[in-house]
C-alpha cells in the first residue's frame, strides 16, 4: 500500500515546513505511486530521459557522474525527503546518475504533469526552486573542500555535514547515526584516492574527533571538527518537502 500524503512520516521531521490541507491535497493530487529499490539499484542513469520524478521517502543513495574511463565523481548524498529527477524534467535529460546506497522506498510523480501541477500550485513552483538553490548550495561548500581544504580538513567538513543532515532527520542517536555509504563513495565526492581517504579517517580517530566504522559515524568532538574544517556554526534550515 502506497503511503497517504496525510500519513507521511517525513511531515513529522521537525526539518520540514509544515504544509496545511490544501497543500497536501494537491501533493496527493500530484502524486502517482510508490517504489521500492534495493540496494546497489540505479534509479536514474545520465544521459537517460525518465518519465518519472522521485522524493525519497525512505533510505539513502547518491548522484554521481561518470567519465568516459570509468572514474566517478560523486556530486551528492540523497537522503529521506530529497526531491530526484528534476534535471531530466527542465533539461530533457539527466546530467547525473542515482543510486541507492540502501533499500529504498520513493514517491513518484508523473514528469509529463510537472508544468501544469506548478500553473495550478505556484506556491509548490517555489519550493522546488528553493531546493535547487539548496543543491547548488551544497555543491558550492563541496568544491571549496575539494580546491581549498586538505584531505583531512575535507572529510571533517563532509562528517559534520552528513551527521547534521541525520540529526535534523532525526537518524541520530547519542552522537551516532547509521551511514551506509563506502570510503570510496567519500573519496569520490572529495577527489581523493582511497588511501589517502583510509589514512585521513585514522587521523580523524586518533585526535578523538570522529570514528566512521562498519556502516556507523560517531563524531566525539562536533566542534573541534568544525574548527579543523574551518566551518562556521551554520544550522540546517528548515525545508520544504515535495
Not at 38 to 61: D, I, K, V, W, Y
Not at 81 to 105: C, K, R, Y
Not at 107 to 128: G, H, I, M, N, T
Amino acid at each position: 500500500m502506497a503511503t497517504a500524503c496525510k500519513d507521511c512520516p517525513l511531515r513529522k521531521k521537525p526539518l520540514f515546513k509544515q504544509m496545511d490541507g490544501r497543500e497536501v491535497e494537491h501533493m496527493q493530487n500530484f502524486k502517482v505511486g510508490e517504489l521500492r529499490i534495493e540496494a546497489g539499484a540505479t534509479l536514474l542513469m545520465e544521459g537517460s530521459n525518465s518519465p518519472q520524478l522521485f522524493t525519497a521517502l525512505r533510505g539513502m543513495g547518491l548522484r554521481y557522474k561518470l567519465l568516459e574511463s570509468g572514474e566517478r565523481q560523486v556530486v551528492n548524498f540523497v537522503f529521506p525527503g530529497d526531491f530526484i529527477g528534476l534535471q531530466a524534467a527542465v533539461l530533457g535529460e539527466m546530467t547525473h546518475s542515482v543510486e541507492a546506497s540502501t533499500s529504498m522506498t520513493l514517491c513518484v510523480f508523473d514528469r509529463k504533469a510537472l508544468f501544469d501541477f506548478f500553473k495550478a500550485y505556484p506556491e509548490r513552483a517555489y519550493v522546488v526552486t528553493w531546493l535547487a538553490c539548496v543543491e547548488e548550495h551544497f555543491l558550492g561548500e563541496a568544491l571549496l573542500s575539494v580546491g581549498q581544504r586538505t584531505a583531512v580538513e575535507a572529510l571533517a567538513w563532509a562528517l559534520v555535514r552528513l551527521h547534521q543532515r541525520g540529526e535534523a532527520l532525526g537518524l541520530t542517536r547519542n552522537g551516532e547515526m547509521n551511514l551506509p555509504y563506502r570510503q570510496q563513495d567519500l573519496a569520490d565526492a572529495l577527489g581523493l584516492s582511497l588511501v589517502h581517504t583510509n589514512k585521513s579517517l585514522a587521523k580523524l580517530r586518533e585526535k578523538r574527533l570522529a570514528t566512521w566504522r562498519n556502516g556507523r559515524l560517531e563524531l566525539h568532538d562536533i566542534a573541534g571538527l568544525r574548527n579543523l574544517a574551518k566551518m562556521g556554526d551554520e544550522p540546517v534550515d528548515e525545508r520544504p518537502l515535495m
